[in-house]
DNA sequence: GATTGACTCGTACGCTGTACGATTAGATTG
DNA sequence: CAATCTAATCGTACAGCGTACGAGTCAATC
């Protein structure tokens, strides 16, 4: 027998970053690792979102007992921090040195940020876990060296990097849990035709109604932009 | 024997909104009342926490049978619902209708919408779901007449609600998910510290560390309402 | 007095995460 | 070779959860 190793590993900062990718085997019942683990959680989660990972049937997927996962991983909770960190893996470009147009890279990266987010819309409800992963950790230095190569302070680094991440995990957060699909706007627009007496405002900005968001959220980007770089020429773009 | 009324009334928009301030009996047990059971219910989530609400003990507190909520409520998720929405509730001046600086009537509705999300910090996890309240939509509503009495014009008034509310959302998320308490701050020093090496840009902007969130905060909405008024004189103020 | 409808709640069921300990298989050691 | 150790798997069991069901209470109405 031995003493589990949750404790003596369960320093998860140290943890290589689990991989999506190199998960593939033909067939059969491969051992039990943390890549499969993590990879068959993503997969449940997309199929049945987040009240649908169950640890039964994670294992049952992965053709386990239930608790041989518990040698891998502490509890569910560490289940849910994997996944979500597996998810925001960044398969980008690795940066080059020419100086480059910063802001079409700071915008390249938030919109690959909140696309990575959306392709798992359980991802962004698991967000409000303190879970600095390598990969969240990775994607948040990425935009900073963006930031601070086209010249923004030291000293005003912080403020710049928060605007941008709060306004993309905001928007994220909105449009997964706005509906993606058809029947969801639906369901919108019956809910606000009944009240546009109270909420006239509301009803003629249009809002929740046919919104193009894609486009909505790269407007607000860049009046955001526009707003931290006061030295550029702010225009439209 | 009578029919449950929760499906013919759990047409959860008409309901009138639900006041955390009218309920305070000396002592006793008043009978059960949707108030009632709201209001316990932001009480025990302030005191435990998302995973410390129970339905039992929730009655427990009520003095009622774990069975009775039922009657008022559909299930635990409507609590969830009705306490977010609860505790949203707007209580600032109403508005005027002189022109004041529109300005800082927004900064000081979407700063007060942060703040009181924060006083429950739970609540800020709850933003997940597709829970339109009344309060909400009544915040967003007087956003709305604010932007829109500070001359933009309909057709723009949609990316500015939708900016705003994201930076706003994606900031209290952020501010509640790390920590409030000086051990959260010591744990984050400690998981930086090691990483400066794989995370130099990070570092140098001191990022998650002795950070001044009210005031970044209210940096990043200047930026982000500097970019929003083009016209405006977008001074620092 | 009988009936009704609003409301309360005890019991029970299916399902959950996971503690515990037995079991196995492969490597290491004498 | 046998003995021992270590990593990994999993069956069983338990406490706690949300809530379905139906019986119970009480005031208002006929």
Redesign the pocket.
């Known amino acids: ?2 003493a589990k ?1 949750s404790s003596a590993q369960s320093n998860r900062s140290q943890r290589k970053s689990v991989s999506l990718q190199s998960v593939q085997e033909p067939h059969g019942d491969p ?2 690792s943390l890549d499969r683990i993590v990879a068959t959680a993503v997969e449940l989660l997309d199929a049945e979102g987040v009240d649908g ?5 994670l294992a049952d997927r992965l053709g ?5 996962l ?3 991983v502490d ?3 560490e289940v849910f921090d994997l996944a979500l960190d597996a998810v925001l893996e960044y398969r980008g470009a690795p940066q080059v040195d020419e100086p480059e147009d910063w802001r079409d890279e700071a915008v390249h990266l938030l919109q690959d940020w909140r696309a990575s987010m959306l392709r798992h819309p359980w991802s962004a409800s698991l967000l409000s876990r303190r879970a600095l992963g390598p990969n969240i950790l990775n994607r948040l230095e990425l935009l900073s060296k963006t930031l601070s190569r086209a010249g923004v302070a030291d000293a005003d680094l912080n403020v710049a990097i928060w605007s941008l991440w709060n306004y993309v995990m905001g928007a994220t957060i909105t449009r997964a849990s706005f509906g993606l699909s058809d029947d969801d706007r639906a369901a919108a627009q019956q809910r606000l035709t009944g009240l546009s007496e109270h909420y006239p405002t509301i009803e003629r900005a249009r809002l929740l109604l046919d919104s193009d968001w894609d486009g909505t959220f790269r407007k607000g980007l860049d009046f955001l932009l526009d707003g931290l770089s006061p030295g550029q020429n702010s225009g439209s773009r």
Chains 1, 2 share one sequence.
Not at 64 to 68: K, L, R, V, Y
């Open positions: 027998m031995a190793r051992p039990l990972l169950k640890m039964r049937r386990a007992g239930a608790m041989s518990y040698w891998h509890n569910k909770e």
